[in-house]
């Protein structure tokens, strides 16, 4: 085994004290693997780092247990068995499984889902029409945009696992890691290369890192899941503040050069965004800066309790300061600090950019945000896009983060026809103020966690509102079914977090109420106003809440974020409430 790091040697000196380390045994050996066998391959630091934890007298949760007997990416045989025999993964194999991007998600489903794994979310059109023939011969006939600009498929039968992954293998798409405890599908800034605000183009780096991940057999030996993100400053903003490390783009303001602002600890579901770290890094230097990061959490991940696994936490235990010096001896070099104040601001954000045509940076062409209710899109619709890419545009698509996709390289004479071929096919690129910025997760439709119907309720939501409420300003409502957060209820204008209400001896399907949420320039964690909030009551709720805004605010030019921050939340209350007995926190 390798000597340890001075920083993991202090790690361990508080537990020598007064006790013979060398005679306590270590999980390793319960396992008949001393410290010495243990593999040699890259992967070896993952290990070491469980030993790290061992020594100290900690116990492994099962998780972690299970990736010491064998590696997750090591079962490709137990994945054929399964499918031979028909059978789903049981206790910690479900884990395992998503490795290869397969989610067991019965009982809301009896079947699996497979996420797949794109670099910035740019997806081929040939791949996007492949993805609907897997669909409609292993899945459900439709396909799914989801929050992290990337595709999903459900309702794969257990036999049919391996043939549907040999299939994506066959599209080129490999999403080792798509699920799991590893760092998930790399995003980037939807408009890249063609935005003409934009300061960088990210789509190297986002492909660069995508690759290197999928071939470090080390960076698949994480605690808990990973997100990375680059934004390049344009109109569309990547939502870099809610991963765990986010790259921004800004320009320095003396000399004009590009760089990366480095944020970490992002993870809006447990109220944190990223913070400002202080370090400025060229574009050359965020891939080798990430890989280190990594590395540190790795290292210092914590591998018993799966609640307190995510980077934040190492963060609030060590420091931002500790884990950048351990980043650092990952790195071999110190990072650079620059002040936050020698750069320009990044530039605004258009919040409905991802939505209808709008002129790229290259003379004479478009692209085309095309509109997609919570996100899902039938097989046929799919082919219908892919061919209109293949027809009009460059044959690539760009998935957001916002559940929707964008066909770039449209001549602007072609436009209408594509905008009339998508109506034909039951889509538009025109929408609300409420449905474009509309986000849903699964919902109990398709996920085991979920405590309400989100995609449902959200679809009956918007259509409820569009016929009574004439909003101005573009507003996000985000939908979630349970604490997980995978629709970020905490960053929407306005939230909602999925919840069971008792009614009687009965429970009904039912929502708490955030306000107040935001990114980028407008970052903020939303409050929460009223509590078990009705399904079938969450109509009337949201129309009193718009109507109080419209009627309250400042003057018209006043968002709906402004106007919630500006205001108290006993007042935010007195304008929202109607004859709704709501619960009010």
């Known amino acids: 085994m390798q000597d340890f790091t001075e920083e993991q040697k202090r790690y361990l000196e508080g537990f020598a004290a007064g006790a013979n380390i060398a005679q306590r045994a270590t999980f390793a050996g319960t396992l008949g693997l001393s410290s010495a066998d243990l593999p040699g391959g890259p992967e070896r630091i993952c290990y070491e780092a469980q030993d790290l934890q061992t020594r100290a007298g900690k116990k492994l949760c099962a998780e972690e247990q299970a990736k010491r007997k064998r590696f997750p990416l090591d079962i490709w045989d137990d994945l054929k068995a399964h499918a031979a025999r028909n059978e789903p993964p049981k206790g910690t194999d479900v884990l395992a499984f998503k490795y290869y ?4 998600v019965a009982p809301a489903q009896d079947s699996f889902m497979s996420r797949l794994r794109f670099a910035g979310g740019i997806v081929q059109s040939y791949q996007f029409r492949g993805i609907a023939d897997l669909s409609d011969q292993f899945g459900g006939g439709y396909v799914d945009v989801t929050t992290r600009a990337n595709l999903q498929v459900r309702e794969i039968e257990p036999s049919d696992t391996t043939q549907f992954l040999e299939g994506l293998y066959d599209l080129g798409i490999i999403n080792r890691g798509a699920g799991g405890d590893n760092i998930r599908n790399i995003t980037a ?11 960088i183009d990210t789509r190297s780096l986002a492909r660069e890192l995508h690759y290197l991940i999928l071939n470090r057999r080390e960076l698949f030996g994480l605690p808990r899941k990973f997100n990375i993100a680059f934004d390049g400053g344009g109109q569309i903003s990547a939502l870099e503040d809610t991963n765990d490390i986010g790259f ?8 004009g050069e590009v760089y990366f602002r480095l944020t970490l600890g992002g993870i809006t579901g447990h109220g944190d965004f990223a913070r400002d770290t202080g370090i400025a890094l060229r574009p050359n230097e965020c891939i080798e800066t990430a890989v280190a990061i990594v590395k540190a959490f ?3 991940g914590d591998r018993t309790d799966r609640k307190k696994a995510r980077l934040k936490y190492v963060l609030d235990r060590m420091g931002f300061e500790g884990f950048i010096r351990e980043c650092e001896k990952q790195l071999g070099r110190t990072l650079n600090r620059m002040p936050l104040e020698l750069f320009d601001p990044r530039p605004s954000v258009k919040k409905n950019a991802h939505i209808g045509v709008h002129p790229q940076r290259q003379t004479g062409l478009s692209y085309i945000g095309v509109v997609l209710p919570v996100g899902r899109l039938s097989s046929r619709q ?3 896009i892919a061919d209109l890419s293949d027809r009009f545009g460059s044959g690539h698509l760009r998935l957001t983060v916002w559940q929707n996709l964008i066909i770039p390289d449209i001549k602007d004479e072609n436009v209408p026809q594509v905008v009339q071929a998508l109506e034909q096919m039951g889509l538009t690129t025109d929408a609300s103020s409420i449905r474009a910025g509309l986000v849903a997760c699964t919902g109990n439709a398709g996920c085991k966690y979920a405590n309400a119907n989100t995609k449902k309720h959200a679809l009956e939501v918007a259509d409820y509102l569009e016929e009574r409420v004439d909003l101005d300003h573009p507003i996000n409502i985000h939908l979630t079914g349970c604490p997980h957060s995978c629709a970020q209820h905490f960053i929407g204008d306005i939230g909602l977090l999925g919840t069971k209400i008792a009614v009687g001896e009965d429970f009904v399907e039912g929502y708490h109420l955030f306000v107040g949420g935001g990114y980028g320039n407008d970052q903020s964690i939303g409050r929460e106003l009223f509590r078990n909030v009705k ?17 309250n605010r400042s003057s018209s030019e006043e968002s709906f974020s402004a106007f919630v921050r500006r205001n108290e939340t006993a007042d935010l209350i007195r304008f929202f409430s109607g004859t709704e007995q709501l619960q009010e926190v």
Do not use: N
């Open 382 to 384: 799919v082919r219908g």
């Open 189 to 199: 800034s939807p408009l890249a290369g063609i935005d003409p605000e934009e300061l």
């Open 535 to 551: 399904a079938d009551e969450l109509g009337p709720v949201l129309e009193r809440i718009l109507h109080g805004y419209l009627q």
């Open 298 to 300: 790795i290292l210092h």
């Open 248 to 255: 921004t783009a800004l320009k320095h303001s003396q000399t």
């Open 101 to 104: 991007g397969l989610f067991w």
